[in-house]
């Protein structure tokens, strides 16, 4: 089946450093989404990016599709940065599978 | 912005017995899903519906039912719940379709099964 695998799965960072987290894929997908989850919480959707560059506030989501590989980049980060990111594919399906995540630390 | 909620938030169940997780979505999304999150496995997809009479089953379906009602409603049906079902379960809407589009999750509900 489609396999999501997200690296590293954990990150501790000082606050103003940058991010660089990475997520391969098994099959090819229509739909790619990155989610970030607070602590002990739920689930917001950051950015939709399945092929190309986006950019969001201080996220870059860059999607090379042919190679499977997504990454999402977090300039200048902060305390409340913290929290675990979540990549997902649809697959040409119409429901997500959700790779392990990067638990990202940053420290004052 | 789109609105999830689910029932109960926290729940303790004795084992063998029924436990119904509920959700309601008031954005009027055709598509609604139930995960469960557990460390070492992250979000699996249990069941989901395309729309009021549907359910499909997803990845790890086993144990579990679902029911749409509604439009607005999609429920998680443990009839005999056992301690593997001991989990934290998000219910999600949203469409997968076209771009820019998302789903919106629920604050999760944390079972225990003892």
């Known amino acids: 089946g489609q396999q999501v695998q997200q690296s590293p799965s954990s990150l501790v960072l000082q606050e103003g450093e940058n991010a660089e987290l990475q997520c391969n894929f098994s099959?090819?997908?229509?739909?790619l989404q990155w989610f970030y989850q607070s602590p002990g919480g739920s689930l917001v959707s950051l950015l939709s990016?399945?092929?190309g560059t986006k950019h969001t506030g201080r996220l870059t989501s860059t999607t090379v599709t042919k190679e499977r590989r997504s990454s999402l980049h977090i300039s200048s980060s902060q305390t409340t940065d913290s929290g675990t990111y979540l990549c997902?594919?649809?697959?040409?399906?119409?429901?997500?599978?959700f790779g392990l995540g990067t638990t990202l630390q940053v420290q004052p | 912005e789109a609105a999830v909620t689910q029932s109960p938030r926290n729940k303790v169940a004795v084992t063998g017995g029924k436990v119904t997780l509920s959700c309601n979505q008031t954005?009027?999304?055709?598509?609604m899903y139930w995960y469960r999150q557990d460390t070492g496995h992250g979000l699996r997809l249990i069941h989901y519906?395309?729309?009021?009479?549907?359910?499909e089953k997803g990845d790890i379906p086993d144990g579990y039912k679902a029911s749409r009602p509604s439009q607005e409603n999609f429920s998680l049906i443990l009839e005999l719940a056992t301690p593997s079902q001991t989990s934290v379960y998000f219910c999600?809407?949203?469409?997968?379709?076209?771009?820019?589009?998302?789903?919106?999750f629920g604050e999760g509900s944390r079972l225990i099964v003892v």
């Open positions: 999600a809407s949203g469409d997968l379709t076209g771009s820019g589009n998302t789903l919106y």
């Open positions: 099959s090819t997908a229509t739909q």
């Open positions: 990016n399945p092929s």
């Open positions: 997902a594919i649809d697959g040409n399906t119409r429901k997500l599978i």
């Open positions: 954005n009027n999304h055709n598509n």
């Open positions: 519906s395309y729309g009021a009479g549907s359910t």
